[in-house]
Protein backbone atom coordinates (compact mmCIF):
# COMPACT_ATOMS: atom_id res chain seq x y z
CA UNK A 1 0.00 0.00 0.00
CA UNK A 2 1.49 3.85 -0.86
CA UNK A 3 0.45 6.32 1.42
CA UNK A 4 0.30 10.27 -0.24
CA UNK A 5 2.18 12.57 1.23
CA UNK A 6 -0.70 14.85 3.43
CA UNK A 7 -1.52 10.67 4.48
CA UNK A 8 1.79 10.47 5.63
CA UNK A 9 2.01 14.22 7.30
CA UNK A 10 -1.18 13.16 9.46
CA UNK A 11 0.11 10.09 10.66
CA UNK A 12 3.52 12.05 11.86
CA UNK A 13 1.07 15.24 13.17
CA UNK A 14 -1.07 12.54 15.01
CA UNK A 15 1.90 10.59 16.48
CA UNK A 16 3.79 13.97 17.84
CA UNK A 17 0.80 15.01 19.26
CA UNK A 18 0.03 11.70 21.29
CA UNK A 19 3.77 12.39 22.81
CA UNK A 20 3.23 15.98 23.89
CA UNK A 21 0.08 15.19 25.40
CA UNK A 22 1.79 11.96 27.39
CA UNK A 23 4.07 14.59 29.10
CA UNK A 24 7.26 12.94 27.34
CA UNK A 25 9.42 13.44 24.57
CA UNK A 26 8.49 9.86 22.84
CA UNK A 27 9.99 8.15 19.89
CA UNK A 28 8.43 4.96 18.58
CA UNK A 29 10.36 1.61 18.84
CA UNK A 30 13.09 3.61 20.29
CA UNK A 31 13.51 3.41 24.46
CA UNK A 32 12.20 5.89 26.45
CA UNK A 33 14.05 6.71 30.14
CA UNK A 34 12.62 9.16 32.96
CA UNK A 35 12.52 10.45 36.22
CA UNK A 36 8.85 11.75 37.20
CA UNK A 37 8.70 15.14 38.16
CA UNK A 38 5.53 17.50 38.65
CA UNK A 39 2.34 17.20 40.07
CA UNK A 40 1.05 14.34 38.19
CA UNK A 41 1.65 10.85 36.97
CA UNK A 42 3.94 9.83 34.33
CA UNK A 43 2.03 8.58 31.19
CA UNK A 44 3.73 7.09 28.07
CA UNK A 45 1.96 5.55 25.32
CA UNK A 46 4.23 4.38 22.77
CA UNK A 47 3.64 2.52 19.03
CA UNK A 48 6.92 0.23 20.06
CA UNK A 49 9.84 0.31 22.39
CA UNK A 50 11.42 -0.19 25.86
CA UNK A 51 10.07 2.02 28.72
CA UNK A 52 11.91 2.94 31.70
CA UNK A 53 10.71 4.99 34.31
CA UNK A 54 12.79 5.54 37.59
CA UNK A 55 10.39 7.20 39.93
CA UNK A 56 7.17 8.26 39.65
CA UNK A 57 6.11 9.77 42.97
CA UNK A 58 2.75 10.28 41.56
CA UNK A 59 2.06 7.41 40.06
CA UNK A 60 2.87 5.77 36.35
CA UNK A 61 0.49 4.60 33.37
CA UNK A 62 2.74 3.18 30.58
CA UNK A 63 1.57 1.38 27.57
CA UNK A 64 3.79 0.14 24.78
CA UNK A 65 2.94 -1.85 21.52
CA UNK A 66 5.66 -3.56 21.45
CA UNK A 67 8.74 -3.80 24.30
CA UNK A 68 10.04 -3.92 27.89
CA UNK A 69 8.55 -1.69 30.94
CA UNK A 70 10.66 -1.35 33.88
CA UNK A 71 10.03 0.71 37.00
CA UNK A 72 12.02 1.59 39.64
CA UNK A 73 10.00 2.75 42.30
CA UNK A 74 6.11 4.28 42.12
CA UNK A 75 3.81 5.54 44.24
CA UNK A 76 -0.11 6.29 44.35
CA UNK A 77 -0.39 3.41 41.41
CA UNK A 78 1.37 1.57 38.85
CA UNK A 79 -0.79 0.45 35.65
CA UNK A 80 1.61 -0.97 32.48
CA UNK A 81 1.00 -3.05 29.21
CA UNK A 82 2.99 -4.13 26.54
CA UNK A 83 1.74 -6.47 23.21
CA UNK A 84 4.81 -8.09 23.93
CA UNK A 85 7.91 -7.36 26.41
CA UNK A 86 8.53 -8.44 29.92
CA UNK A 87 7.41 -6.39 32.89
CA UNK A 88 9.55 -5.29 35.54
CA UNK A 89 8.27 -3.47 38.80
CA UNK A 90 10.73 -3.27 41.55
CA UNK A 91 8.50 -1.10 44.12
CA UNK A 92 5.36 0.34 44.17
CA UNK A 93 3.59 1.87 46.84
CA UNK A 94 -0.44 1.59 45.89
CA UNK A 95 -2.55 -0.16 43.36
CA UNK A 96 -0.32 -2.08 40.51
CA UNK A 97 -2.14 -3.57 37.34
CA UNK A 98 0.48 -5.33 34.86
CA UNK A 99 -0.48 -7.02 31.86
CA UNK A 100 1.55 -8.23 29.04
CA UNK A 101 0.67 -10.61 25.80
CA UNK A 102 3.90 -12.61 26.08
CA UNK A 103 6.71 -12.00 28.25
CA UNK A 104 7.72 -12.28 32.14
CA UNK A 105 6.18 -10.21 34.67
CA UNK A 106 8.10 -9.54 38.16
CA UNK A 107 6.93 -7.41 41.39
CA UNK A 108 9.71 -6.94 43.67
CA UNK A 109 7.91 -5.31 46.65
CA UNK A 110 4.09 -4.22 46.49
CA UNK A 111 2.29 -2.58 49.17
CA UNK A 112 -1.05 -2.78 47.84
CA UNK A 113 -3.69 -4.57 45.31
CA UNK A 114 -1.99 -6.21 42.98
CA UNK A 115 -3.15 -7.86 39.01
CA UNK A 116 -0.86 -9.03 36.80
CA UNK A 117 -1.63 -11.29 33.80
CA UNK A 118 0.99 -12.87 30.56
CA UNK A 119 -0.91 -14.66 27.80
CA UNK A 120 2.80 -16.38 27.63
CA UNK A 121 5.37 -16.25 30.94
CA UNK A 122 6.08 -16.58 34.26
CA UNK A 123 4.54 -14.25 36.89
CA UNK A 124 6.75 -13.37 40.19
CA UNK A 125 5.32 -11.16 42.75
CA UNK A 126 6.04 -10.63 46.53
CA UNK A 127 3.63 -8.69 48.65
CA UNK A 128 5.05 -6.07 51.59
CA UNK A 129 3.57 -4.50 54.44
CA UNK A 130 0.57 -4.55 56.88
CA UNK A 131 -3.23 -5.48 55.18
CA UNK A 132 -5.46 -3.40 57.15
CA UNK A 133 -7.05 -2.55 54.05
CA UNK A 134 -8.17 -5.01 51.74
CA UNK A 135 -5.64 -5.64 49.06
CA UNK A 136 -6.81 -8.30 46.86
CA UNK A 137 -3.91 -9.87 44.30
CA UNK A 138 -4.98 -11.58 40.69
CA UNK A 139 -2.41 -13.16 39.09
CA UNK A 140 -2.68 -15.14 35.73
CA UNK A 141 -0.90 -16.45 33.12
CA UNK A 142 -1.51 -19.00 30.11
CA UNK A 143 1.28 -20.72 29.82
CA UNK A 144 4.08 -20.16 32.70
CA UNK A 145 4.99 -20.56 36.28
CA UNK A 146 3.11 -18.07 39.12
CA UNK A 147 5.30 -17.40 42.53
CA UNK A 148 3.30 -15.37 45.24
CA UNK A 149 5.43 -14.29 48.36
CA UNK A 150 3.44 -12.90 51.19
CA UNK A 151 3.79 -11.73 54.90
CA UNK A 152 3.97 -14.18 57.29
CA UNK A 153 0.80 -12.42 58.83
CA UNK A 154 -0.96 -11.93 55.40
CA UNK A 155 -4.54 -12.67 56.26
CA UNK A 156 -6.23 -13.90 52.62
CA UNK A 157 -8.84 -16.34 50.85
CA UNK A 158 -6.64 -18.43 48.51
CA UNK A 159 -7.96 -19.71 45.57
CA UNK A 160 -5.69 -21.50 42.11
CA UNK A 161 -6.44 -23.22 39.47
CA UNK A 162 -3.72 -25.27 37.87
CA UNK A 163 -4.84 -26.31 34.70
CA UNK A 164 -1.98 -29.32 32.64
CA UNK A 165 -2.57 -30.63 29.14
CA UNK A 166 -2.54 -34.23 28.24
CA UNK A 167 0.55 -33.26 25.80
CA UNK A 168 2.72 -31.25 28.41
CA UNK A 169 6.08 -32.80 28.61
CA UNK A 170 6.20 -32.40 32.51
CA UNK A 171 4.08 -32.62 35.24
CA UNK A 172 3.01 -29.77 37.60
CA UNK A 173 2.39 -28.90 40.76
CA UNK A 174 0.57 -26.65 43.62
CA UNK A 175 3.61 -25.90 46.55
CA UNK A 176 2.55 -23.99 49.29
CA UNK A 177 3.49 -23.01 53.00
CA UNK A 178 -0.12 -22.61 54.29
CA UNK A 179 -1.49 -26.12 53.94
CA UNK A 180 -3.93 -25.66 50.96
CA UNK A 181 -6.62 -28.19 50.01
CA UNK A 182 -5.85 -29.43 47.03
CA UNK A 183 -8.27 -31.49 44.26
CA UNK A 184 -7.40 -33.24 41.02
CA UNK A 185 -9.80 -33.54 38.40
CA UNK A 186 -10.17 -37.28 37.53
CA UNK A 187 -10.76 -37.24 33.81
CA UNK A 188 -9.36 -34.93 30.96
CA UNK A 189 -11.88 -32.32 29.88
CA UNK A 190 -11.93 -31.44 26.82
CA UNK A 191 -14.22 -28.26 26.95
CA UNK A 192 -11.16 -26.24 26.03
CA UNK A 193 -10.06 -27.54 22.93
CA UNK A 194 -6.55 -29.91 24.29
CA UNK A 195 -7.38 -32.42 26.93
CA UNK A 196 -6.53 -30.96 30.37
CA UNK A 197 -6.83 -32.14 33.97
CA UNK A 198 -7.03 -29.81 36.83
CA UNK A 199 -5.33 -28.88 40.16
CA UNK A 200 -7.10 -26.86 42.19
CA UNK A 201 -6.46 -25.70 45.88
CA UNK A 202 -8.42 -23.44 48.66
CA UNK A 203 -6.88 -22.21 51.80
CA UNK A 204 -7.09 -19.36 54.14
CA UNK A 205 -5.19 -17.53 56.41
CA UNK A 206 -6.30 -15.27 59.27
CA UNK A 207 -9.16 -13.50 58.53
CA UNK A 208 -9.42 -13.95 54.89
CA UNK A 209 -9.21 -10.26 53.90
CA UNK A 210 -7.50 -10.60 50.97
CA UNK A 211 -8.78 -12.22 48.09
CA UNK A 212 -6.46 -14.12 46.70
CA UNK A 213 -6.89 -15.55 42.80
CA UNK A 214 -4.08 -17.63 40.94
CA UNK A 215 -4.41 -19.29 37.35
CA UNK A 216 -2.14 -21.35 34.84
CA UNK A 217 -1.86 -23.39 32.49
CA UNK A 218 1.55 -25.99 32.03
CA UNK A 219 3.18 -23.95 34.88
CA UNK A 220 3.67 -24.68 38.60
CA UNK A 221 2.24 -22.86 41.43
CA UNK A 222 4.31 -21.66 44.06
CA UNK A 223 2.76 -20.05 47.16
CA UNK A 224 5.14 -19.02 50.06
CA UNK A 225 5.02 -16.97 52.96
CA UNK A 226 8.36 -14.90 54.87
Known sequence: MVLNKSV????????????????????????????GGGS????????????????????????TMGGNIHVG????????????????????DGYADAST???????????????????????????????????????????GTIELTVPKDFPMDVRITLAYTKNASRSYQVVDSIGLIQQTSDDWETSMGTPRKYIRAKGRVGSGLNHVTIKTTNGDVIVKQE
Do not use: W
Open 8 to 35: VYLLVLTGAIAAVLSGCKVGDMDSVEQN
Open 40 to 63: GPVNVSKMGGDINIVDAPHGASLN
Open 73 to 92: KAADFAKVHTMGGNIVIDQV
Open 101 to 143: MGGRVTVNSANGPLKATTMAGDIKARIVGTSSNERDIELSSMA
